[in-house]
């Protein structure tokens, strides 16, 4: 297969196995059925597209090669007659098989199965940890071990917890359905953290030669819209505002020969002043219509950043401030991770480097490799060589994504020198 041909379907299986799944979910009435028709799609494609050519829309064509699958699936399966008895649509299923490719996506784009995917996910007769956990699997794509990452937990928990999940949702016979106006707020927090992990996946991958999934934060980006849309709230409107000011800065983040650059390296003339308005404005009704919470302020500290000209004029004071608020409202490890870093630019490197050391006898950091490539930094700007390179050495033990180990590889190289 020729190169560029397979970097092509590499990336189309990344960007719609989320939606096609989707969409098998709900066309075949089954979870597990689904995912094995999933994969059986993307099989064939391997197959025929090297040779035959890639198709008009992958994402229909994925998904009338997975139905084709399931029927055969079905037809041998012991489970074949259950099945269709238990008011399985065999019939309609082989009866839209042979659709015209922008009739289908025209009429099931609109329906939104992506959304409807994150509820069903999310519902609340799952528990909390399995919701989140199994909605990052099954809409990202994402493996257990890169949820583990994202999780700071163990690979066996997160296998747990996917397998707990896909039990209750059987036992418990789970709709597939986007809930009412009323029962959605059961279901909101756990949504908007599975749009917010989609978003930081695909801003900063876990593993791969790629630091960006340009599709997930799409998606998120995309599927922040319909939330808000849906229900539209002072934390809505923080999540959408908080990925589009993100968002704004894409690209800067890379230089032409591919290298990461931080943020006092970056061309602040590249960043996006129309997503930053629009971010700014969300952060404004979101202000108007009540308390701040936990997202509503990672976006209003992603907005000091994004109004500032330099790092030396960011109003890192302000931003502290903003980071003990949302400690309040989520006493999470990495946004003390953060808050160090502010404390650090705003105080100087020695008290970045207190609050990071106690930071480090956190289990739930202690592989993290930003904690260690943060203590590098700072170990580096208070002049403490030996410190800094063991740091680095660290950071890129625990790092998975190529272009940040080759960035962490880059810095340690100066520091050796």
Not at 33 to 45: I, N
Not at 208 to 223: M, P, V
């Amino acid at each position: 297969m020729h190169h560029s041909l397979k970097k092509e379907i590499e990336k189309i299986f990344k960007s719609e196995s989320g939606r096609v799944l989707a969409s098998l979910i709900r066309i075949l009435g089954d979870l597990d059925l689904a995912e094995e028709a999933l994969q059986d799609a993307f099989s064939v494609a391997l197959e025929k597209w090297p040779a035959e050519g890639l198709p008009r829309t992958p994402y229909a064509w994925l998904v009338s090669v997975g139905k084709f699958k399931a029927i055969d699936t079905i037809r041998r399966s012991v489970r074949g007659k259950e099945l269709i008895t238990e008011n399985f649509l065999f019939e309609t299923i082989e009866h839209t098989l042979g659709f015209d490719e922008d009739q289908y996506v025209e009429k099931y784009l609109i329906e939104d199965d992506q959304l409807r995917l994150i509820f069903y996910c999310c519902h609340p007769m799952l528990p909390l940890d399995s919701r989140t956990t199994l909605a990052l699997r099954e809409i990202c794509g994402l493996s257990t071990k890169e949820i583990s990452r994202a999780y700071l937990t163990s690979y066996e928990n997160t296998k747990r917890r996917i397998s707990r999940a896909k039990t209750l949702i059987k036992e418990q016979n789970i709709p597939y359905e986007i809930p009412t106006k009323k029962e959605l707020g059961q279901r909101l927090d756990s949504v908007m953290q599975v749009i917010y992990l989609i978003y930081n996946e695909g801003y900063s991958a876990t593993t791969g030669e790629n630091h960006f999934r340009r599709e997930l934060s799409t998606q998120a980006i995309y599927l922040g819209r319909k939330l808000v849309e849906l229900l539209p709230s002072s934390e809505s409107f923080g999540l959408l505002a908080l990925f589009l000011i993100q968002e704004s800065r894409k690209y800067a983040r890379v230089s032409a020969e591919g290298t990461i650059l931080s943020l006092d390296e970056q061309d602040r003339s590249l960043w996006d002043q129309k997503l930053i308005a629009e971010g700014l404005q969300l952060i404004h009704q979101a202000v108007m219509s009540g308390r701040l919470g936990n997202y509503s302020l990672q976006a209003a500290i992603a907005s000091v950043y994004a109004v500032s000209d330099s790092v030396e004029n960011t109003q890192w004071e302000l931003i502290i401030g903003y980071y003990d608020m949302l400690l309040s409202v989520n006493n999470s490890p990495v946004i003390e991770l953060n808050r160090a870093i502010a404390v650090g630019m705003h105080e100087g490197p020695k008290a970045a480097i207190k609050l990071i050391k106690r930071l480090e006898k956190n289990p739930k950091l202690s592989s993290y490799h930003i904690l260690y490539s943060t203590l590098a930094e700072f170990s580096k700007r208070q002049g403490l060589n030996d410190e800094a390179v063991e740091a680095y050495q660290k950071a890129i033990e625990f790092a998975s994504e190529e272009l940040e180990i080759n960035y962490l590889k880059q810095q340690l190289k100066k520091n050796l020198k």
